[in-house]
């Protein structure tokens, strides 16, 4: 099983940045893709996740309207385009694969598969 992302880096604030997750080795359709970030000291928190069976997605209430969760179903890639970003944003993005979309809202990092993470910091 293997997700990799890529596509974070620094950004000033009220900047965008397109994060990518790339997935392989394990059937998707069965899982649930999504975004999560992880701050210093702080849980890793769900940010968005997407059903690739039926579209059905989450968004964060922190991130709702600023980040638009995408799906290459071709390229099994999934994308966070994030808008108008805040420092607060600042965190390592981790690209996970869980069974529902109930675990994006109760994170728990033993199960399901994680990608490396990206680092994104916004500068205020």
């Known amino acids: 099983e293997q997700l990799v992302e890529s596509g974070g880096g620094l950004v000033q604030a009220g900047g965008s940045l397109r994060l990518t997750c790339s997935v392989s080795?394990?059937?998707?359709?069965?899982?649930?893709i999504g975004w999560f970030r992880q701050a210093p000291g702080k849980e890793r928190e769900g940010v968005s996740c997407?059903?690739?069976?039926?579209?059905?997605?989450y968004y964060a209430a922190s991130v709702k309207d600023r980040v638009t969760i995408s799906h290459d179903n071709a390229k099994d890639t999934w994308y966070l385009e994030m808008n108008n970003l805040k420092p607060e944003d600042t965190a390592v993005y981790y690209c996970?694969?869980?069974?529902?979309?109930?675990?994006?809202?109760?994170?728990?990092?033993?199960?399901?598969?994680w990608g490396q993470g990206t680092q994104v910091t916004v500068s205020s």
């Open positions: 997407m059903s690739p069976v039926d579209g059905g997605t």
């Open positions: 080795g394990f059937p998707v359709a069965k899982y649930i």
């Open positions: 996970g694969a869980k069974k529902k979309l109930e675990d994006c809202i109760v994170v728990d990092t033993t199960r399901g598969f």
